[in-house]
Nanobody, 113 residues
Framework: QVQLVESGGGLVQEGGSLRLSCAAS????????MAWYRQTPGKQRLMVAWISWGGSPSVIDAVKGRFDISRDNDNNMLYLQMNDLKVEDTAVYYCKRIAPESWGQGTQVTVSS
């Protein structure tokens, strides 16, 4: 059974940092592309960062230079390091297995001004 469990969200002041984690199980994590998405109320869920199974990362322009995606294939973990957080980064963040598509339950990130 595929499981993706996010953790690390919370409330942080603008300019602060958070590190999100996603514990994966039930599939060959080391052979699977993974991503982080985020969603705000009433809006579509959008990709923030993507990483290939081999470790090649990519982030959207809005977070470039502030967010880093990484993975630990030995321990089936996906990470999102978020620095210099802005109010507009407030969202529920989801871990996603690209294919076949699977989602975690999400973790709330709230950035206060």
């Amino acid at each position: 059974q595929v499981q993706l469990v996010e953790s690390g969200g919370g409330l942080v002041q603008e300019g602060g940092s958070l590190r999100l984690s996603c514990a994966a199980s039930g599939f060959s994590f080391g052979r699977t592309d993974m991503a982080w998405y985020r969603q705000t109320p009433g809006k579509q869920r959008l990709m923030v960062a993507w990483i290939s199974w081999g470790g090649s990362p990519s982030v959207i322009d809005a977070v470039k230079g502030r967010f880093d995606i990484s993975r630990d294939n030995d321990n089936n973990m996906l990470y999102l390091q978020m620095n210099d957080l802005k109010v507009e980064d407030t969202a529920v963040y989801y871990c996603k297995r690209i294919a076949p598509e699977s989602w975690g339950q999400g973790t709330q990130v709230t950035v206060s001004s």
